[in-house]
């Protein structure tokens, strides 16, 4: 008997030795603190092998996020690409007592955090090293800056000052840029300590697509910050305005947009940097010349207001002079004939990605 016992102790030891030696790190890490499925780490080697990965960052109020609307084109936009992989990040708030207001004071009806939760898990889940934070607003400007007059002039129509309501945009974008690195910390163990994700892409929450992305677009090697624009003040010479809902970025220039924020977190005495009605939207401008920014390529999104069907396209109007093209018509046809389209159908559960994507190429077959 005190034979088999210390056989039995042998083999756990070698058991152990062959899982601590052979194991690789880079599985047991991402066990550990990323939603990992094993199956998926093919997708990650294959990297160096013609495959690669973009992050899609999603951050802000979650608002319309949870409608079948924005969840479904969402994740459809981003699942047909050839040799490329994608993972999901996502940074929200959420009151689910009193729902939420834009700055124009367009109001959104209270959703539960558990739906939040389940809408956040369902996009972030189906990729490898995808994740989720769900919080309070928990981030503030420096109490020891002077923001001067801004701090007292109201946002468009909100209850809040520029400053507070601009840089709550730049700190959610910020915490998301931080779970896509400490992912990429955890893959530089197995792929090597240069590893980096190739493209990274900034979206909010409460947007829909109405039309696919091209490789062309994920895979920019210039920003990219595409038509439709803001109605904004703020634009470049040739009248182009930098998009402030979705940008499109090389790696080696994502730290430069998501990190636009940290002056108003690090800053003491009186404020230096750009201060207007449009932080945010100034911060681009002054980040990304016009010479190497692109801002005339169309991206078929538009906000998803809490609003009636027949007005989920009125956004698409502001293309105006970013599209190099007076006649933005076909845009709006295209949107309108999609949601007319999507609410057809009746159906919000299931597989409906492959259905939508199926839909956007009947129609690209057409053109």
Known sequence: MAGQM?????????????IIIY???????????????????????????????????????????????????????????????????IWLTNNPLKGDRNSKNQSYP???????RAAAAYLAHSTPFGTFVLNEVNFH???????????????????????TRSTQTLFKREKCFELVRAAEEELKISLGKTWKYTNIVSIRPDIFFYGPLSNETIR???????????????????????NGHVAFLPRNLADDYFYLGRPFRECTGVFQGALSQEIEIELIKQAFALEVTN???????????????????????????????DDISDWIKRCNNFVSWFFSRGITTGQIEYAILDYWKSQQALT
């Open 141 to 163: 400007t420096s109490p020891s800056c002077d923001f001067g007059e801004y701090t007292k002039l109201m946002r468009d129509q909100s209850d809040e000052d520029v400053v």
């Open 110 to 116: 209270p959703v539960s955090n558990g739906e939040v």
């Open 295 to 325: 801002t005339w390529t169309v991206v078929p999104y538009t906000l998803h207001r809490h609003v009636s069907k027949g007005k989920l396209c009125e956004r698409v109007h502001t293309y105006r002079s970013n599209t190099r093209t």
């Open 23 to 89: 194991v690789p790190r880079t599985t047991l890490m991402a066990w550990r603190s990323l939603p990992v499925d094993v199956k998926d780490l093919d997708a990650h080697v294959n990297t160096s092998h013609g495959h690669v990965r973009i992050a899609v960052c999603i951050s802000g109020g979650a608002r319309t996020f949870t409608t079948a609307l924005s969840l479904r084109t969402i994740k459809a936009a981003f699942s047909d690409f050839k040799h490329v992989n994608v993972d999901f990040f």
């Open 220 to 242: 920019t090697n210039i920003p990219l910050l595409p038509a439709p624009a803001h109605g904004s003040q703020v634009k470049y010479v040739n009248g182009h305005v930098p």
């Open 6 to 18: 210390s056989f039995a102790k042998l083999a756990i030891c070698l058991l152990l030795t062959y």
